[in-house]
C-alpha cells in the first residue's frame, strides 16, 4: 500500500480541486441572475441546429474538409508509435538504411498532416465568411422588416452590434470548431484504441483521469456561458451608449458636459472590462486544471514505468517496455492536447453560442406590422384617401386618435394643424402603415390598406419630413437612393422643379459633391430642397409633408413654397404645418386637438367660423406683425 502513497496524493489532490468546484456549481445554480426583458437563453442543442441550417448550402465543402482532416489525424496515430519502434531500433544494433526508411516515413507522414491542415484551414475560412455574410444579411434584412414601434424600443447600439460583433463571435464556430471538435473526438478514439492495444493495463490508468476532465468541463461551461453573457451585454451598453453620444457630441459641448459623459463612458468601459476579466478569470482557471490531469497521467506513467528496471516492469500483469514507455508518453500528449485544447475551443464555443443568443433573438422578433395572406399589388394609385373611425393608441388605453374620419380626393392638398400632440404626425405614419390602428379602417382607393402590400403601399408615397436624413455618399445617390434606371436628366429635373438646382450648380462637384454623415456639409434648406427633389424624382402619388418648412431661412423658404405649388399638380398632397401662412391654399385644412377632429374646411371656410382655427390664425398673425415691427 505505502508504494502506491504518491498516486494517491495525486488523487487526493485532484478530489479536492473537484469538490470545491461542485461546490461553485451549486451555488451558481442557487443564485439568481437578473437579465434584459428581450433576453433568451436557448438550449445549445437549439442554437446548434439554427446555426448549422446556415452550414447546409455548404454540406459538400465541410465533406471534403472532413476527408482532409482524415490525413492529419493518420499523423496523430502513427507518430507515437513510429518514435517507439525508432527508439527501439536504436537501442538495439540497427541497420542505418532501415533507420532512415523509418525517419522518412514519418516525415512524409507529417509532411501530408501539413499539407492537409492548411487546406483544411483555407476551406473552412472561405466557407465561414460565406456563411457569417449570409447571416449578417438575414440580420439586416429582418431589422428592415421591424415596425417603427419596435425600432423605437431597441437603441441602435445594440442593433449595430447583432449585425457586427455578435456575428464575428460565430465565426470560430464554422472556421474552427466544429472541425477541430469533429477532429480532436477521432484523435481520442484513435489514440484510446492504439494505447488499448499497446498495453491495456496503463490505458485504464490513464482512463481513471477521464471523469475529472468530463466534470471540470461541464462545470467550466456554466461558468463560461454566464460571463460571455455578461460580455456581450457589458458591450452592447457601451456601443450603445457611443452611438447615442457621438452624434449628440455637440450638444455635450455646448452645455459643458464633456466631464459628465467621460465618467458616464469610463463607467461602462469599466463594466466591459470588468467582464472580460472575468471571462479570462474562469478561462484562466479550467485550462490550468485540464493541464494539471496531463501532468499527474504522466506522473503516474514514469511512476509505474519506473518502478524497478525499465525494462520488463510488470504493471498489473502486464510487461512494460522502455518502447511502450515513450508511446505512452506521446499518446498521453496525443489524448490530453486535445482536451486541453478544448478549453480554448469551449471558450470559443460559448462565446459563439452567446453571439447566435443575441442575433436569433432579433431574428425571432415577429415584426408587428406584416402582410396579410390575401394582401395585394398596387400597380399604381389615383391618391383617395379615407379615414373612417380610426382609433388609435401606441400604448395600450393611452388614446393619440379618437374616431377620427375624413376624406381626401384624389390630387387634392390636405393640411392637418393643430398643437403638438394632438396626432397630426400619428395620421401621416398610418397612412403609410408604419403602425397598425386598433380600431376603425383606413382606405387608399376604397381598398383597406392592410389588404395591401407593404412594399407596394409605401413606393406610391413621397415622404418629406422635417427632420432630413441625408445618408453619406454623393448627392446624386442621396437623390435616387442606389436605383439605377434613374438618369441624370432626370436626377437634375427633379432638382430644377424643387429649386434645388439654384445651389447644386453653385457647387465644384455637382451632383458628385460628396455628403457628409447626415449631411451636415449643408444648411437645413439645402437638406429640405434635396429631399423634395429625392420625392420627385421617384414619382409617387400622393406627398406628405411634415413641418417641412420649420427652421429654414425666408430666402429657402420662398423657394420651398415654390416648390410646393409645383408639386400640388403631381398628386395628393398631405400637410403637416405649424405656420398656418404655409397652407392657406390647401383644399381642405383639418385642425385636430387630443386626438379628435375639431374643425375642417377651407382656410376662408374656417375664418368665417371664428373658431379655434380663427383664434390661432389671428394669434400667429399678431406675432409676425409684432416681429416686423
Not at 139 to 167: A, C, M, W, Y
Request: proline share 2%.
Amino acid at each position: 500500500m505505502r508504494e502506491y502513497l504518491p498516486v494517491l496524493i495525486v488523487g487526493a489532490i485532484i478530489g479536492t480541486f473537484a469538490l470545491v468546484f461542485i461546490l461553485a456549481y451549486i451555488a451558481l445554480q442557487r443564485s439568481k441572475e437578473k437579465f434584459d426583458d428581450n433576453e433568451r437563453h436557448m438550449e445549445d442543442k437549439v442554437l446548434i441546429g439554427r446555426l448549422l441550417h446556415y452550414a447546409k448550402p455548404y454540406w459538400k465543402n465541410f465533406v471534403l474538409v472532413f476527408f482532409v482532416m482524415l490525413f492529419s489525424i493518420v499523423y496523430d496515430l502513427l507518430s507515437p508509435l513510429l518514435i517507439g519502434h525508432i527508439q527501439d531500433t536504436i537501442k538495439d544494433p540497427f541497420e542505418l538504411s532501415y533507420l532512415f526508411k523509418l525517419v522518412a516515413i514519418y516525415a512524409g507522414i507529417l509532411v501530408v498532416s501539413l499539407v492537409c491542415t492548411y487546406l483544411q484551414a483555407m476551406v473552412l475560412q472561405k466557407t465561414g465568411q460565406k456563411i457569417l455574410s449570409q447571416i449578417r444579411l438575414d440580420t439586416f434584412t429582418h431589422i428592415e422588416k421591424l415596425s417603427h414601434e419596435q425600432l423605437n424600443n431597441i437603441p441602435v447600439g445594440k442593433l449595430v452590434t447583432r449585425v457586427t460583433n455578435d456575428p464575428n463571435n460565430i465565426s470560430f464556430l464554422f472556421t474552427n470548431i466544429l472541425v477541430t471538435l469533429c477532429k480532436n473526438s477521432m484523435v481520442v478514439v484513435g489514440v484510446l484504441a492504439a494505447m488499448l492495444m499497446l498495453n491495456y493495463a496503463l490505458t485504464l490508468m490513464i482512463l481513471c483521469f477521464v471523469p475529472f476532465v468530463v466534470l471540470f468541463t461541464v462545470i467550466f461551461r456554466k461558468f463560461s456561458r454566464r460571463v460571455h453573457r455578461a460580455v456581450s451585454n457589458a458591450t452592447t451598453d457601451l456601443n450603445t451608449y457611443l452611438s447615442e453620444n457621438l452624434s449628440g457630441m455637440k450638444i455635450t459641448q455646448i452645455f459643458n458636459q464633456e466631464e459628465n459623459k467621460y465618467q458616464d463612458f469610463a463607467k461602462r468601459s469599466a463594466a466591459l472590462s470588468k467582464a472580460k476579466f472575468n471571462r479570462m478569470y474562469v478561462f484562466g482557471i479550467f485550462r490550468p486544471m485540464v493541464y494539471m490531469l496531463f501532468v499527474s497521467s504522466q506522473m503516474c506513467l514514469f511512476y509505474f514505468g519506473a518502478k524497478g528496471y525499465i525494462n520488463d516492469t510488470s504493471f498489473l500483469g502486464q510487461t512494460i517496455t522502455s518502447a511502450t514507455v515513450v508511446s505512452f508518453y506521446m499518446y498521453i500528449g496525443r489524448f490530453f492536447n486535445p482536451i486541453q485544447t478544448l478549453a480554448e475551443q469551449f471558450d470559443m464555443l460559448q462565446r459563439s453560442f452567446a453571439g447566435a443568443e443575441k442575433i436569433f433573438t432579433i431574428l425571432d422578433m415577429v415584426p408587428q406590422v406584416v402582410d396579410e395572406e390575401d394582401a395585394i399589388e398596387l400597380e399604381e394609385i389615383k391618391g383617395e384617401i379615407e379615414f373612417k373611425d380610426v382609433w388609435f393608441a401606441y400604448k395600450p388605453g393611452e388614446w393619440v386618435l379618437k374616431g377620427v374620419s375624413f376624406h381626401v380626393e384624389p390630387k387634392q392638398t390636405v393640411a392637418f394643424v393643430g398643437s403638438t400632440g394632438s396626432g397630426k404626425t400619428t395620421i401621416l405614419s398610418l397612412i403609410c402603415r408604419n403602425y397598425d390602428i386598433q380600431k376603425g379602417q383606413i382606405l387608399i382607393d376604397g381598398i383597406d390598406i392592410r389588404k395591401i402590400k407593404i412594399s407596394s403601399l409605401r413606393k406610391h408615397f413621397g415622404q418629406m419630413l422635417q427632420d432630413v436624413f441625408l445618408f453619406s455618399g454623393d448627392i446624386r445617390s442621396n437623390i435616387i437612393l442606389r436605383k439605377e434606371d434613374i438618369t441624370d436628366e432626370e436626377v437634375m429635373e427633379a432638382c430644377r422643379y424643387v429649386n434645388a438646382d439654384s445651389f447644386i450648380n453653385k457647387l465644384e462637384k455637382g451632383l458628385d459633391e460628396p455628403v457628409r454623415e447626415r449631411g451636415n456639409n449643408f444648411s437645413a434648406g439645402q437638406r429640405q430642397l434635396l429631399s423634395f427633389a429625392r420625392t420627385i424624382v421617384h414619382k409617387p402619388s400622393v406627398m406628405i409633408l411634415d413641418e417641412a418648412t420649420a427652421n429654414i431661412d425666408t430666402e429657402t423658404e420662398i423657394l420651398i413654397q415654390d416648390s410646393l405649388e409645383k408639386m400640388k399638380n403631381i398628386g395628393t398632397m398631405l400637410i403637416v404645418a405649424h405656420r398656418l401662412s404655409t397652407i392657406q391654399h390647401s383644399d381642405n385644412i383639418i385642425l385636430l386637438s387630443h386626438g379628435e377632429i375639431l374643425e375642417q374646411g377651407n382656410h376662408q371656410e374656417l375664418l368665417k367660423l371664428k373658431g379655434n382655427y380663427y383664434n390661432l390664425y389671428t394669434l400667429q398673425y399678431q406675432k409676425q406683425q409684432m416681429h416686423k415691427n
